[in-house]
């Protein structure tokens, strides 16, 4: 086996290398003054079993197409199967036609990761589940959930907790939780004026005097989240405390956490943090090494993937 990195999420490639115990391989990866990428692999890689750790996180763009290149040259070295280990897949946001005349965007990624050689995805929290239909190539979607039942556990026990899904749509992933630690669920219901706004409108289940838990996949912008603390803080909710997947927390999210109701907001590391993400006073990071190098280590002995989450 052979773990490959690109330049996206270094330190969590590291992470996992130290899990598994194998040493992540020489992989050359520039820019040109254009900046064309370049890439070279400088080990051999013929018969081998290559996993390249590679989340398309911002710049989107760069990174994917450093995945496709680093495949590519894979491919050519002659390596025996090649999985993509994808801990945020970008553009998994367009994954539907919301008006005429635009792209499904997540179809046309799948397509170009497919055709560039690769064999096999591994990735965490796919913002949609049909995503895996895109591909036709096996799909391992990873869950969060039992590194947040973890941590949930340790810092809270769960007798006061109650698991809110901060919109109808993540209903599906908050019961989910919600059932691994066997406490109740509440649903915020919003409304989207506009893309990156949203107008919280009621709650759906008695939070009064609970330590709220929201669940979600994505913060982005942050507007979704803290609206929904604000409404569950009126509504008598002890705490509330947000733990999502991908932190992309782009523009002025930051900002807007910190000032936000939040006692705390819990994201994992399949984005490497930036500066203003690493200081921030209530953003705590949890890890998916284990989770991703256990899911590597199953992947490469032919073992079962799904029973990691039984």
Known sequence: MKLVAGNSNRALAEAIAGYLDVPLSKCLVRRFADQEI????????????????QSTSFPANDNLM?????????????????????????????????????????????????????????????????????????VDNLYSAPVMMRDIKERYGIENVMVVSPDVGGVVRARALAKRIDAPLAIVDKRRERPGESEVMNIIGDVAGRDCILVDDIIDSGGTLCNAAEA???????????????????GGAVTRVEASMLKELVITDSIEATPAVASAHNIRHISVAPLLGEAISRTALEKSVSSLFD
């Open 232 to 250: 569950l803080m009126r509504k008598g909710a002890l705490s509330v405390t947000a733990y999502i997947t991908h932190g992309v927390l782009s």
């Open 66 to 138: 450093e995945l496709l290149i680093i495949t590519d040259a894979l491919r050519r070295a002659s390596a025996r199967r090649v999985t993509a280990v994808i801990p945020y897949f970008g553009y998994a946001r367009q994954d539907r036609k919301p008006g005429p005349r635009t792209p499904i965007s997540a179809k046309l990624v799948a397509n170009l990761i497919t055709r560039a050689g690769v064999d096999r995805v591994l990735t965490i929290d796919l913002h949609a589940g049909q995503i895996q239909g895109f591909f036709d190539i096996p």
């Open 38 to 53: 370049f890439v070279e692999v400088q080990e051999n890689m013929r018969g081998e079993d290559v996993f390249v750790i």
